[in-house]
């Protein structure tokens, strides 16, 4: 066995004919009797025949086995996963990461021209040991994933809802009638017309109130 998850598990194979060494990843009894993990586990075979790029795991055949479980053969990996090469090494050298980012992008730009967007690459990045190159990325388990009309129509949503109104966001309301007075209104005697300073008389000085004669 290579790995175990939460829906199946992954198996090392051989195909006899050919001598080749193979990754046979088998769905769980129970997921495979559930329809929306059987469509997504179909998905990520036709995903990698369609987006066809070195950097995407090859798919080489899709069945249903005696008992009702669904299996996937891949091309096997010799290699391990950039997490775990990360928890290991802690931190990586910009010379290292550059090309490993430079390969995931090109993997990347090949499934976006066949209008396939992968969402969840954090356990799913595998660096393989090849004739000519140590760390070649691999990148695995298109089962989930949108289509990019999906992701374009959630991007101009959240785009009308947010961005697309900037006066309902940057202007400030009208102000209230009792407001809109009391701004108008003098705010000392200076301010005041010249006919209304009966009406607005200054207070009596510190001094003026002192020179009083108390009751």
Do not use: W
Request: glycine share 6%.
């Amino acid at each position: 066995m290579l790995g175990k998850g939460g829906m199946g598990e992954v198996y090392e194979g051989e195909n006899e004919r050919i001598r080749r060494r193979v990754a046979i990843k088998v769905l769980h009894s129970e997921a495979s009797q559930q329809a929306d993990l059987v469509q997504r586990f179909e998905r990520e075979a036709q995903a990698a025949g369609r987006i066809g790029s070195p950097h995407i795991v090859e798919v080489l055949d899709l069945g249903c086995l005696v008992a009702g479980e669904r299996f996937m053969v891949m091309e096997y990996l010799d290699g391990e996963s950039l997490g775990a090469r990360i928890k290991s090494r802690q931190r990586l050298s910009p010379h290292e990461l550059a090309p490993i980012l430079h390969a995931l992008l090109e993997g990347l730009a090949s499934a976006h021209d066949a209008h396939i967007i992968h969402r969840d690459l954090k356990h799913n990045v595998f660096l393989v040991k090849t004739k000519t190159q140590n760390d070649f990325v691999k990148i695995l388990d298109f089962g989930v994933l949108f289509g990019t009309l999906f992701i374009a129509v959630c991007a101009l949503l959240v785009y009308t809802f947010f961005f697309d109104q900037p006066t309902a966001v940057v202007a400030a309301p009208p102000p209230l009638p009792s407001q809109a007075a009391a701004s108008a209104a003098p705010k000392n005697v200076a301010d005041a017309a010249p006919g209304n300073s009966a009406d607005a008389a200054p207070f009596p000085s510190a001094k003026s109130a002192s020179d009083s004669t108390p009751m």
